[in-house]
């Protein structure tokens, strides 16, 4: 389908998005992108009227709210803007089936997808680069979470914690300096291991007055004796 080219004084939604906190860190940070889009609008004389920001978002799926208000926004009659601006189609989606979907979606509403960094004519020609590169956005997002995940792997086997927050129980301690950040270990959490003692006991043995606990039952016993999680919520 083919949208018009956006004349001066068109209506602009910047979209901006990064799927990681490392990924914030670098030259598609949040602030770069919105300077970025800022910039083209002014040069081609484009009103900002929306800004949707998606500060921690894969774009392998739509299961992004501001992705979604946005969409919904870009479909609703009359539209509220004309163009979508993002820093690159792989900003949009990584996906190349979904890409063209929403391309399509928005396009039949009268609303044109454009890229600061991937510009594109409205021709078959065009089309194919775009879908093309919607291919290797997938096909590289697909290898990168390939190595991650074989990575994560190994770390673990070797007995190194991979992130996140700890299970109760358990504390991060660095167990190796290795650049660019040391390797990390869990151990024993001297202050809830008694909770987690506790817990168990309840679940095979009971607490002496009636048989073993369900989970339910164990989060009100634990509850009504105020025995909070490490952040002091129930």
Not at 64 to 88: L, N, W, Y
Request: hydrophobic share 35%; glycine share 6%; aromatic share 10%.
């Amino acid at each position: 389908m083919t949208v018009p080219q956006c004349s001066k004084g068109a209506r602009a939604a910047l979209y901006l998005r990064v799927s990681t906190a490392r990924e914030a860190e670098h030259d598609v940070s949040i602030p770069d992108q919105k300077r970025q889009g800022e910039a083209y609008c002014s040069a081609r004389g484009y009103a900002i009227v929306e800004t949707y920001v998606e500060p921690g978002a894969s774009a392998t799926n739509d299961r992004r709210p501001e992705f979604q208000r946005m969409i919904e926004a870009g479909t609703c009659k009359p539209a509220p803007f004309d163009i979508v601006v993002v820093h690159s189609f792989s900003r949009f989606f990584r996906d190349h089936f979904e890409l063209e979907f929403y391309v399509r979606k928005l396009a039949k509403n009268g609303v044109k997808l454009v890229s600061i960094t991937q510009e594109m004519g409205d021709d078959l020609m065009h089309v194919m680069v775009r879908q093309i590169m919607a291919l290797f956005d997938e096909y590289q997002s697909k290898e990168n979470a390939k190595h991650v995940l074989r990575a994560m792997s190994e770390n673990a086997r070797r007995g190194f914690w991979n992130g996140a927050l700890p299970p109760i129980g358990y504390r991060i301690v660095a167990a190796e300096q290795r650049a660019p950040r040391p390797k990390k270990k869990l151990e024993i959490d001297r202050l809830h291991a008694d909770t987690v003692r506790m817990i168990y006991r309840l679940f095979l043995e009971g607490d002496g007055v009636s048989g073993p606990m369900g989970v339910k039952s164990i989060t009100y016993y634990l509850n009504e004796r105020r025995t909070f999680t490490r952040d002091g919520g129930r």
